[in-house]
């Protein structure tokens, strides 16, 4: 076996592990991941990824009459299982790629034809190459990875990684080719410094450090900005919003590709069903360039705290974040707390004012964000939208001035995921400042 340089996996997406002696299938989580099969002696039999755990396990034991005869001795073997749980089928993938590396598990060998798994090479030289190759025709010279049971999604990944950061995967002429006027291919004669920064880039893709890429991407961009590089700064912008998207699960990996503007294809298909799906309810919504989503922490006796996330222009605006640290009650009370974050932040009229706000909760928390806004609008003289998202059912909550309007679109509605992401990373703010205060407090 070829020898790489890239052993290693950092995963900070494995948020959540679950481990059974007895595999209790009504607990398998639904959400992309690996699962992973263990025998008796507690041995790694199997590895495999799924877009849906749930769905893919439950395949191995609803009927295993359906089964071919190697899967039914694998079956036989299983004693308990591992799930971890992932973001999006990218991370899935390269996760099982490295967990089948590491333990070579006995079956993933058996059932499939070790000479049919795929490997993803990245070549020594001067401009080095990427491409997918099957075992036979690994080169000892090149940086390998792999082995990948799905060369379908190996392909795609690879098609999808090209247009964030083009590359050769031939030796180029001194003509520009097809994949140059597609933007997939440096040209002729790419800057060798950003072509090999690109390839590094890509190598910390294909061990799982998406994070840690996103996090470098936007140094450089503010490095950039501060030189006065906004060419190079807008390349940075657009590459983070790429991968942003890529591993938010928004879209099956074999699907990426074929889109030619990842995130903005996705937010203005959000944004566009978002305005149809309300406008009847907030005649003033004809467009939507900020959305702001609170959140309240109060679990536990102190320390409550609420959150203030903010998409803006298409993309999660990091930047425009807020925390506020709750003062004016000792006890849990959702609805005071939402009304005296929103008091606080409508304090500041130098902060953009949101399109539409979306509180985390439902009727008592909708409610109270309502009381509050009409007080304001009356001082401030704008008119706001504001909608909550109730997690049980993941139902959109309206109060009008007559009723209630309760909203469910499909799970699959670019909308709704765009809602839950803004409700999710407003809760996930929230619980992070807390725990910060916790912390500090333990340490003085």
């Not at 929103?342 to 409610?367: A, C, M, N, T």
Request: with cysteine; glycine share 4%.
């Amino acid at each position: 076996m070829p020898n790489t340089n890239d052993n290693h996996f950092s995963f900070a997406v494995m948020n959540s592990l679950y481990n059974t002696n007895v595999i209790d299938l009504t607990t398998i989580p639904s959400s992309p991941g690996v699962y992973i099969y263990q025998n008796q002696q507690k041995e790694i039999i199997y590895v495999g990824k799924a877009v849906n755990l749930k769905k893919r396990v439950l395949q191995y034991f609803q009927n295993r009459d359906a089964l071919g005869y190697k899967t039914r001795q694998l079956v036989s073997q299983i004693a308990s299982a591992k799930f971890i749980t992932v973001d999006s089928e990218i991370e899935a993938l390269v996760l099982e790629s490295g967990l089948i590396k590491q333990y070579r598990p006995k079956y993933n060998s058996q059932l499939k034809d070790d000479k049919s798994y795929i490997y993803i090479t990245i070549s020594r030289d001067k401009f080095p190459l990427v491409r997918p190759a099957f075992k036979s025709s690994l080169n000892d010279n090149d940086i390998i990875y792999g082995p990948f049971p799905d060369s379908r999604s190996v392909k795609s990944l690879l098609k999808t990684i090209r247009q964030i950061f083009p590359y050769y995967s031939a030796k180029h002429g001194l003509k520009s080719c097809l994949f140059c006027h597609l933007g997939l291919c440096p040209g002729p004669a790419p800057d060798p410094k950003e072509y090999k920064a690109n390839i590094s880039k890509i190598k910390k893709i294909l061990t799982g450090h998406f994070h840690k890429l996103i996090n470098q991407l936007k140094t450089e961009m503010k490095l950039f900005s501060q030189a006065e590089n906004f060419e190079m700064a807008k390349v940075r912008r657009d590459q983070i919003n790429s991968l942003e998207y890529i591993i938010s699960g928004w879209s099956r990996l074999t699907h990426l590709y074929q889109q030619v503007d990842l995130p903005e294809d996705k937010a203005s298909k959000a944004i566009a069903e978002l305005i149809l799906v309300l406008k009847d309810y907030f005649p003033q919504l004809t467009s939507l360039n900020r959305i702001e989503a609170y959140d309240i922490s109060n679990l536990g006796s102190k320390y409550f705290v609420g959150s203030m996330v903010v998409w803006q222009q298409g993309r999660i605006d990091h930047d425009q974040f807020r925390q506020f640290k709750i003062y004016s009650k000792v006890t849990p009370d959702d609805q005071f707390m939402i009304k005296e974050v929103l008091y606080r932040r409508f304090k500041h009229p130098e902060w953009q004012f949101p399109g539409l706000i979306l509180v985390d909760g439902g009727k008592p928390q909708v409610s109270a964000a309502t009381k509050l806004i009409d007080e304001l609008e009356k001082l401030y003289n704008f008119k706001l939208s504001i909608i909550g998202l109730a997690k049980k059912q993941e139902t959109i909550v309206i109060k009008t001035n007559i009723d209630w309007v309760e909203i469910n679109l499909p799970k699959n509605s670019p909308a709704l995921q765009l809602l839950q992401q803004l409700r999710d990373e407003a809760h996930r703010f929230a619980n992070h400042y807390r725990r910060q205060l916790i912390r500090r407090s333990t340490l003085s």
